[in-house]
């Protein structure tokens, strides 16, 4: 059972435990940040804001800031390696790629990433930074990256040197011919049974690709912005959906690896009208669903039964629980 939770809020990083079945607030740190995205390992925590990188060696106590070497300071996801903690990517807006090999020390961008920013025309549709990284999923060496609106990047080399996977194009104007990815992606996942085999949610639905990003196939056409993959069964997922940004949005289950889907939303008054799933944590043999109006719900995987928790911990934007 996982009993500590770092909570990224629009305000500060939130410490919560859960003690006799209940999460609470136990602590505060980086009081006055707008934190985007968190990570941790251990008692290591790194957690991105719009000024960059910060990191905490005592389990959110104390931090500091450690940006050495990034040239964008808006940080929009960051992830460590599950396999090697030093490893650390960052995702920015506008949308740049920085790898650490250092534990969060120091970060070289990969200028490559910027190179197919400025080729592609990528954008942001709510900004005018160029497009945006927003997430990262890792299988061994292999890596993919999530670019709003770009497509889908893949690295061989455990973040070091990067290339648009052959089924997306890298440009959001142009038209999505079958078997390609819809170039506006929210988020990107890998099974850990094959590193080929990769799940993105998207701005025009849930796309699943059995050959490492060359060809995929639409499973859901919607909008959406995240997706839970069951570690032991690739046919089980657990999903997102809405029917446009931020309206109608709900949680739906699929066991035959999306071709029907069910309601999983016990507990929950679905379909909300003004929000949706942001993002799916794993905690053990608990589901967080982090909610696009700052709200966390969970539930066991056993039952799909949903409760809110942490009511009193205003705009979430993200949560991580510390691996081993």
């Known amino acids: 059972m996982t009993d500590l939770l770092y909570v990224a809020t629009a305000h500060a990083v939130v410490v919560a435990e859960r003690d006799r079945g209940e999460w609470r607030e136990v602590s505060h740190g980086l009081e006055g940040q707008r934190v985007t995205c968190i990570t941790a390992h251990g008692d290591v925590v790194h957690a991105g804001t719009r000024e960059g990188v910060f990191r905490s060696l005592d389990g959110g106590q104390s931090w500091q800031p450690t940006n050495e070497g990034l040239t964008v300071r808006y940080i929009r996801w960051l992830a460590h390696h599950p396999g090697d903690p030093a490893v650390l990517l960052v995702g920015t807006e506008p949308a740049t790629i920085h790898v650490s090999r250092d534990g969060g020390e120091t970060w070289r961008e990969c200028p490559e990433v910027a190179d197919m920013r400025d080729e592609g025309g990528w954008y942001l549709p709510y900004s005018p930074a160029a497009g945006c990284v927003r997430g990262f999923a890792f299988y061994g060496a292999r890596v993919y990256a999530a670019v709003e609106q770009g497509g889908v990047l893949r690295s061989n080399d455990i973040g070091e040197t990067w290339r648009i996977v052959q089924g997306s194009s890298g440009r959001p104007e142009a038209e999505v011919p079958a078997g390609h990815i819809h170039p506006d992606v929210h988020s990107v996942n890998v099974h850990p049974?094959?590193?080929?085999?990769?799940?993105?949610?998207?701005?025009?639905?849930?796309?699943?690709?059995?050959?490492?990003?060359?060809?995929?196939?639409?499973?859901?056409?919607?909008?959406?912005?995240?997706?839970?993959?069951?570690?032991?069964?690739?046919d089980h997922l657990i999903f997102g959906p809405a029917d446009s940004v931020n309206t109608g949005g709900r949680i739906e289950e699929s066991v035959d690896g999306g071709q029907t889907w069910r309601y999983a939303s016990l507990g929950l008054d679905i379909p909300w009208r003004q929000h949706m799933v942001e993002r799916f944590e794993q905690a053990g043999q608990d589901l967080f669903a982090v909610l696009s109006n700052g709200h966390i719900v969970t539930a066991t995987l056993a039952d799909l039964t949903w409760q809110r928790v942490l009511p009193d911990v205003r705009d979430v934007t993200a949560l991580a629980s510390p691996t081993a």
């Open 193 to 234: 049974s094959s590193p080929d085999r990769v799940t993105a949610a998207t701005g025009g639905g849930l796309y699943r690709s059995t050959d490492g990003g060359s060809h995929w196939e639409l499973l859901y056409r919607c909008y959406c912005r995240a997706v839970w993959l069951d570690p032991d069964d690739h």
